[in-house]
T-cell receptor, first 113, second 117 residues
Framework: AQSVTQLGSHVSVSEGALVLLRCNYSSSVPPYLFWYVQYPNQGLQLLLKYTSAATLVKGINGFEAEFKKSETSFHLTKPSAHMSDAAEYFCAVSGAAGNKLTFGGGTRVLVKP | DTEVTQTPKHLVMGMTNKKSLKCEQHMGHRAMYWYKQKAKKPPELMFVYSYEKLSINESVPSRFSPECPNSSLLNLHLHALQPEDSALYLC????????????????FGEGSWLTVV
């Protein structure tokens, strides 16, 4: 069984400040980990994914995430927040089979001018 | 731009109506999915089709009936729904397990907003 926990359902950052979204996973097999973003009234867009090739994963829109096996974490960061980053962010995990994606509860990001 | 296309974007239906949600992808993916998302919640898996065969049904009520006519199309037939079924319904697709290397990415459509009155 696998699960994902996202710490903080809401995060508020100032424009230009660091964005840090926390994700911890639980998986009985080597996990595949994903971050998706959902803008208001839209579907989910893939930001990045971890597939064991490299522990630091770079994604779109300046986001990156680091896989830390010892901490079972896959936190998402962006050095400088932009107003357009305001959205809901979901961390997700799938097992080796890959077909069943388990989502965390989501973190809503608010960017203040 | 998403390569998973869903229609209609918005649907309002009565509890006695029969309607369908449609999904199409042209990425050559052989796995297709239906997810349900309530407001302020993560998506919940409903069904998975693999090579046009239903492989996962997450104990979804029979008033939701999926259909996969071919490898590019996925439908969700709706009948006798309840107001609590109002939600965003997301279609998604991916390469089938074991292909495409590690961790097949699931690509989502924009969703169909369903309101049951």
């Amino acid at each position: 069984a696998q699960s994902v926990t996202q710490l903080g359902s809401h995060v508020s950052v100032s424009e230009g400040a660091l964005v840090l979204l926390r994700c911890n996973y639980s998986s009985s097999v080597p996990p595949y980990l994903f971050w998706y973003v959902q803008y208001p009234n839209q579907g989910l867009q893939l930001l990045l994914k971890y597939t064991s090739a490299a522990t630091l994963v770079k994604g779109i829109n300046g986001f990156e995430a680091e896989f830390k096996k010892s901490e079972t974490s896959f936190h998402l960061t962006k050095p400088s927040a932009h107003m357009s980053d305001a959205a809901e962010y979901f961390c997700a995990v799938s097992g080796a089979a890959g077909n069943k994606l388990t989502f965390g509860g989501g973190t809503r990001v608010l960017v203040k001018p | 731009d998403t390569e998973v296309t869903q229609t209609p974007k918005h649907l309002v239906m009565g509890m006695t109506n029969k309607k369908s949600l449609k999904c199409e992808q042209h990425m050559g993916h052989r796995a297709m999915y239906w997810y349900k998302q309530k407001a302020k919640k993560p998506p919940e898996l409903m069904f998975v089709y693999s090579y046009e065969k239903l492989s996962i049904n997450e104990s979804v009520p029979s008033r939701f009936s999926p259909e996969c006519p071919n490898s590019s199309l996925l439908n969700l037939h709706l009948h006798a729904l309840q107001p609590e079924d109002s939600a965003l319904y997301l279609c998604a697709s991916s390469q089938e397990r074991g292909s495409g290397g590690s961790g097949n990415t699931i690509y989502f459509g924009e969703g169909s907003w369903l309101t049951v009155v």
